[in-house]
């Protein structure tokens, strides 16, 4: 009976679990630098998220890094379906339709040259 109990927890906090996930980190990233792509497929209702711990800059103290999603498509250009100033924490992009996604890096510390970011832990979940 407790195994049974066991078995259906686990059963019932893999479904609540994201589609997908991956964990990274961002070396000497200038702006304009895109992440890895993924492919979202929408099977389930979790947000797309892309979280930062560990902010520093080249040069000046980290305020913040620019991020905008993107979702690819072929022979045209990738359009921009949200922007957020990411302070080292976490980015919610909400959910998003299936597709194939990326977000790149468009300013840091509100400039959009002249600095290199740095992140020692990123997630991004979708």
């Not at 800059?57 to 359009?79: G, I, M």
């Not at 980015?91 to 959009?112: A, T």
């Amino acid at each position: 009976m407790a195994t049974a109990a066991v078995v259906a927890a686990m059963l019932g906090a893999e479904a609540a679990h994201a589609e997908g996930s991956f964990n990274t980190t961002i070396s000497r990233w200038l702006t304009g630098k895109e992440s890895r792509h993924w492919t979202d497929k929408n099977l389930d209702s979790t947000a797309t998220t892309v979280k930062f711990s560990g902010c520093s800059t080249s040069s000046t103290s980290f305020r913040s890094a620019t991020l905008q999603l993107k979702r690819k498509r072929e022979n045209l250009p990738d359009p921009v379906l949200d922007r957020h100033d990411n302070t080292c924490n976490t980015s919610n992009f909400g959910r998003q339709g299936s597709g194939s996604y990326y977000f790149n890096l468009s300013r840091i510390n509100g400039s959009d040259s002249g600095l290199h970011l740095n992140v020692n832990s990123v997630t991004v979940t979708y």
